[in-house]
């Protein structure tokens, strides 16, 4: 594959979807001795193909070099656990799960999510690339192995047994050779298994111009529409589908073999295929009008910061979320507007931000300094953030947010 060649259908990709400039990669966070060295930035443009519509970013990076030490653990976000255990609990009741059963999850993390299944006795395997992450997992007790999910390591697995239940949240994206992942995802599920994938939802995206949710690791943005084509080309078939309010707008969809009829086709997939259609997500014109309203967006968010700066107000951050580091260095904001961010996850603490180089801390520095605005990096945890930091509220602290909309809270 060339850089220039769309990664599902393989037709020359010449539109753009949006240009975020020049950034360094968002989860290389930096340590004190770094701040001295030379930090690589890359291109962070976005593309979409004129045939099968999968916005895509342009390759740069290896996927190895950008996820061997990933400092990113699942289990530091209250919201996000009581997700997975809400879908653990769904999942196992709708597709009757027992003691018999197994269920892998590809990009396993920490195992945050496994361990609700292993809790009911059901055979769990994760599936992690980064080694660190991995060993997290298994100090838990989730059996883990570490590698990259597709053909050859599917093949590999489904000598000893065969997925009941086959899980990927939030790993479509950072997917480099999709078509290489779906098909393993055929050779490791049971004939008569189940898929359940969840990823941010490309409609939202747009509708709502949350351009921060793209950063070089993640190299596809999908539509249903899209997802349905990629799964079909490797004998799955999409017979579910729900919207849910995971990373600003996800989708999570069902998957089964094209020959499993158990599963009929639902309402909910032919009523999201046309409302994609007739929102216009099989149309160039809905993504070439993107990259205008980002810009105005970004002038939007350097108006209101100067604002207040030019009031004499401070700012601190919460959070280093990926999305993050898009933003700031997207819009060029770094300690000249945001004097420091927090963390709570102790990895990313006495670090740095990439290319913003705004400092990291812990939570407490928030009451320690009594900054006038706190603008919360990871808006999709602003109920869970909101509610932790009220006492902000204390000193009259305002929180800042960039989505759904632009706004001081
Ligand atoms: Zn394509």
Aim: with cysteine; net charge negative; hydrophobic share 40%.
């Amino acid at each position: 594959m060339t850089p220039s060649s769309c990664r599902l259908c393989g037709a020359e990709l010449t539109h753009v979807f949006v240009d975020l400039g020049m950034s360094p990669l968002s989860n290389s966070y930096l340590t004190p001795e770094q701040l001295v060295k030379m930090e690589p930035f890359y291109p962070l443009r976005a593309l979409v193909c004129d045939r099968c519509f999968l916005a895509q970013l342009e390759a740069y990076e290896t996927p190895e070099h950008i996820f061997s030490d990933y400092a990113y653990f699942s289990s530091y976000s209250t919201t996000w656990l009581d997700h997975c255990q809400a879908y653990s609990e769904m999942v196992t009741k709708r597709f009757g799960l027992d003691q018999n059963s197994t269920v892998v999850e590809v990009a396993s993390n920490d195992g945050y999510l496994l361990q609700y299944f292993a809790r009911r006795d059901i055979r769990v395997l994760g599936i992690e690339p980064a080694a660190n992450v991995a060993d997290a997992a298994r100090a838990r007790g989730i059996a883990t192995r570490v590698e990259f999910f597709g053909r050859e390591s599917a093949r590999r697995l489904s000598e000893d047994f065969g997925a009941d239940l086959l899980i990927g949240n939030n790993v479509l994206a950072h997917v480099p050779d999709l078509n290489d992942f779906v098909a393993g995802l055929n050779i490791l599920l049971k004939p008569r298994g189940v898929i359940t994938i969840e990823f941010p939802h490309l409609l939202r995206l747009i509708e709502e111009t949350q351009f921060d949710t793209i950063y070089h690791e993640h190299f596809s943005y999908f539509s249903f529409l899209t997802t349905q084509r990629v799964f079909a080309n490797h004998g799955l078939t999409l017979f579910d589908v729900e919207e849910i309010p995971t990373h600003g707008g996800s989708l999570r969809i069902y998957g089964r073999h094209v020959t499993d009829e158990s599963h009929p086709i639902s309402e909910h997939v032919l009523e999201l295929s046309r409302r994609e259609r007739d929102a216009g997500l099989q149309e160039l014109e809905l993504y070439s009008a993107f990259g205008e309203r980002v810009r105005q967006s970004k002038r939007d968010i350097l108006r209101l910061l100067l604002d207040l700066k030019n009031t004499g107000k401070s700012i601190s951050g919460y959070g280093a979320p990926a999305k993050g580091n898009t933003l700031l260095n997207y819009c060029g904001i770094g300690t000249d507007f945001v004097d420091y961010t927090v963390d709570l996850n102790p990895h990313k603490q006495g670090c740095y931000l990439p290319g913003s180089h705004i400092p990291i801390r812990a939570p407490d520095e928030i009451r320690r300094t009594e900054p006038d605005v706190v603008f919360i990096l990871p808006w999709n945890l602003k109920h869970e953030i909101m509610q932790q930091m009220s006492f902000i509220r204390e000193w009259d602290g305002k929180f800042l947010l960039v989505s759904p909309e632009l706004q001081l809270l």
